[in-house]
């Protein structure tokens, strides 16, 4: 993660803006529309997914900001990757204009 970060870095002369998503609810999330208002300011932004388990504990809190959990009608909220990041990516920039 840190390489990508410098890569970014090094070829636009800012460091991304990093956002997590999990599965857990954390009281740092931000929501979809926070997380769009962000990426809209930013120069650029690096989302990561987690897979299975989801990301380190320690990824999260090296990041700047954590992105709600996707919920569903019942207390299940566990995606394919393919399918979270469809809907995290629908949610942030699929109204944008």
Do not use: C, W
Request: aromatic residues 8%; charged residues 20%; glycine residues 6%.
């Amino acid at each position: 993660i840190s390489e990508t970060k410098q890569k970014i870095k090094d070829e636009i002369y800012s460091s991304p803006t990093t956002f997590t998503t999990s599965a857990k609810n954390s009281y740092q999330s931000i929501n979809y529309s926070r997380a769009t208002d962000l990426i809209v300011d930013s120069k650029s932004s690096l989302i990561l997914f987690g897979t299975a388990h989801g990301l380190a504990h320690e990824t999260i809190a090296q990041n700047d900001y954590n992105i709600s959990p996707i919920t569903g009608a019942g207390d299940y909220n566990h995606l394919s990757v393919r399918s979270a990041v469809a809907i995290t990516l629908d949610r942030i920039i699929g109204d944008y204009k």
